[in-house]
């Protein structure tokens, strides 16, 4: 009894202290690289193709004038019409292959044995009727002509065929951009010159630029005294920011090391001012979210030891 | 009880679990930055007001002292009080930062001065952090009327160690050898000054010679050389009593002496019989020590911070170096291996540099190095340049300079100078009179 009250209240303590302190994080998300944005492919040779132009300008100016002329007295032939574009010609060959199966399933349809439809026979009449009886009347069977039946199944096959080609027609399509966008996307590999890497479209994830903009920032506010060479620490503050990048609190994380260690206060609180100076902070557009909570770590290697 | 305490370890697995997940997914974003600047911090210094929150000319005189102090040392920039918007009214009233961060100040200092009686004061300030608007630390001392300019220096000395970490060094003296006369008919009298030059006061009347006077790191004497009847002896000057002792009584010439790092044995140099040799003499039991025993000259002995080590000046190598041995005189290494002759040295207050005076082709350097020889760096130079000693704090250093003689030989000024040890910002301590051999107190005892 008793030993399991202790065990408990270990267990309780050392739950405590994970709360408080955590567990190291275990994954780390590193910045995707962001494929290259390939806006224009211009291939540039070596050489102009443009002319040099001649310092005899007059001449110039009579050749056109002669050309002038020579249009007003020629008439001109008109150009030839332009050859039908590849797209044209297999529309064409659709609309030539839709009226083709509509004839076909005509004919089937006209093949087909007629139904037959008997007459029923005629119902006796019942004789002793009560006088509020009304008269019924059976309904009149139309019989269509032939003719007329038959164009009516023709345009019913018509139809069902439409929708199915169309379907179809629908379906090439995105075939045709499927296969569009992957002949692009390995275009864009080769022009990457890396097979293996792995180009992914455009999502929120936090770049390497991004955080480098944001450390360079504030680097210009970080002023310290050469005394902070004294300092062996990272020093980590916590920052919540704005969606518009102004900085809403700063933290000193490490507090006893805070108070007892002078070097390390005057270094931090100099952090902190460079935090606060350093506010708005440029935070990459669509993505403030992200750097919703920050943790800045302050490094005074840099500074030279005297 | 068994099932129990099942139930507790899984609880106690299942919860931890949780927690590692959690901490998983945890999306703070790290940043590291890793340069930053090296310069001035501003600050500004308010005028400390009386009672009625007005400025009087004691509390103009102690911000100005806190001023100059912090200006001087390199590592502040004073904004002029001209530029204030709204000059606060008191230290205990939080001061309205919208007012000072546009100026571009980083630390404010505001304080009072209110008489207590007719002999004392008390002078309260507070230092606030303009940017985080907090108060940094805040200060409440009660002096002596006169004794302002103390409070300012130590008023000063906390500004700068909360702001760079650094201790200050502005509530210490300068003892040195005051100058004056013709150079065929020197007459030289030991002096005391605060570090800014301040209250400046002559020890002695100029009757004899003295040279290389030395502070006691525990109490308020001074160790120097003195030409009494023509026989340099060390002797103890007592700040508080103004009586000074003869150290020990030696047949030959003793000279260069210095305090160890508690105050309880001077070390020195003794020549006789053509011999010059490092001795020390314990002043609690006049014991002395013989610790090196050669043929050569041996002098300017220095003890490292903690009292184990000991460098000096010898030419047992052929020519004057800097050596290293144990407190007990054994083990000794040469360190110096430049170019020139090497002399003066000094062991700074931290232990990790050595300060001291080189000769080459002519010229005169200061000059610091670490406790192996290695790393060295000239500082200062001059025609003559020589004497270095190091504020408590490790970060200045104080020599005198001579200039090129003129009129053939017959003028020629001799000034303190301090330099920080980046090698910037050399500066002269104004006296009322030329000056040489300066030695730096530790911080006053309060």
Known sequence: MVGSTFISIGLHISFIIIAYFGMPSLKIKEPIEQPIDIVDDTPISSKTSLKLGTTTVKKENEKKIEEVKEKRIRKTIPPPPPAPSKEIIDKKNNELKKQKEINEIAEIIKKKPKLKIEKKKEIPKVVSKPKTLKKQTTPKVVVKPEKVKNKQKENFAKGLLNTLAEAKIKNNDVKKKKANKEDLLKKIKKMAGNSNRQVQETSLNISQTDIDRISNHVNKFFNVSYAASEVKYIIPLKIITNLDGTVQSVTIIEKSKYMKDKFYRAVADAARRAVLDSSPLPLPKGKEKLFRNIEFNFDTSFVMSY | ?446
């Open chain 2, 1 to 446: 009880m068994n099932k129990s305490l099942y139930l507790l370890c899984l609880k106690f697995l299942v919860l931890s679990f949780g927690l590692m997940t959690f901490n998983v997914f945890a999306d703070d974003v790290k940043i590291n930055i890793n340069s930053g600047q090296i310069e001035p911090l501003p600050v500004a210094i308010a005028d400390f007001t009386d009672k009625d929150g007005n400025s009087n000319q004691i509390g103009r005189q102690i911000s100005e002292v806190i001023s100059n102090n912090l200006v001087g040392s390199g590592q502040f920039k004073a904004i002029e009080s001209a530029a204030f918007i709204a000059p606060p009214t008191s230290p205990s009233v939080r001061p309205n930062f919208t007012d000072w961060s546009p100026l571009g100040i980083k630390a404010l200092v505001t304080g009072s001065v209110k008489n207590i009686n007719n002999d004392e004061i008390e002078i309260e300030f507070r230092l606030w952090d303009v940017v985080a608007e907090t108060d940094l630390i805040g200060l409440r001392l009660t002096v002596v009327s006169n004794a302002w300019r103390r409070v300012a220096h130590i008023i000063s000395d906390e500004i700068f160690e909360r702001l760079s970490g650094d201790s200050g060094y502005f509530d210490t003296r300068i003892v040195y050898v005051s100058e004056s006369g013709p150079q065929n008919n020197r007459l030289k009298r030991l002096a005391i000054m605060d570090q800014d030059g301040e209250n400046h006061q002559y020890l002695t009347d100029g009757s004899f010679l003295v040279l290389t006077p030395r502070f006691s790191p525990t109490s308020q004497e001074i160790t120097y050389l003195a030409y009494f009847k023509n026989e340099p002896r060390v002797y103890i000057f007592n700040l508080e009593t103004g009586q000074q002792e003869l150290l020990g009584s030696f047949p030959g010439m003793t000279f260069a002496p210095r305090f160890s790092p508690k105050g309880d044995k001077i070390i020195m140099s003794l020549a006789q019989k053509g011999v010059t040799d490092i001795y020390t003499m314990n002043l609690n039991n006049q014991k002395v020590d013989r610790l090196t025993n050669s043929s050569s000259i041996d002098t300017s002995p220095s003890y490292s911070p903690d009292g184990k080590k000991i460098i000096f000046n010898s030419d047992r190598g052929g020519s004057q170096q800097i050596y290293i041995m144990d407190s007990n005189g054994k083990g000794v290494k040469r360190i110096s291996f430049g170019n020139g002759r090497y002399a003066t040295p000094v062991w700074a207050p931290k232990g990790e540099l050595i300060a001291f005076t080189k000769m080459y082709k002519n010229k005169f350097y200061i000059g610091v190095m670490s406790p192996d020889g290695s790393g060295e760096r000239l500082l200062a130079e001059g025609y003559l340049v020589e004497g270095p000693t190091w504020a408590p704090n490790g970060r200045v250093l104080m020599y005198f300079k001579q200039d090129k003689p003129v009129d053939d030989g017959k003028s020629t000024n001799v000034n303190l100078y301090k330099i920080d040890i980046t090698g910037f910002r050399e500066t002269r301590i104004i006296t009322p009179s030329d000056g040489s051999d300066p030695a730096w107190s530790p911080l006053l005892p309060n």
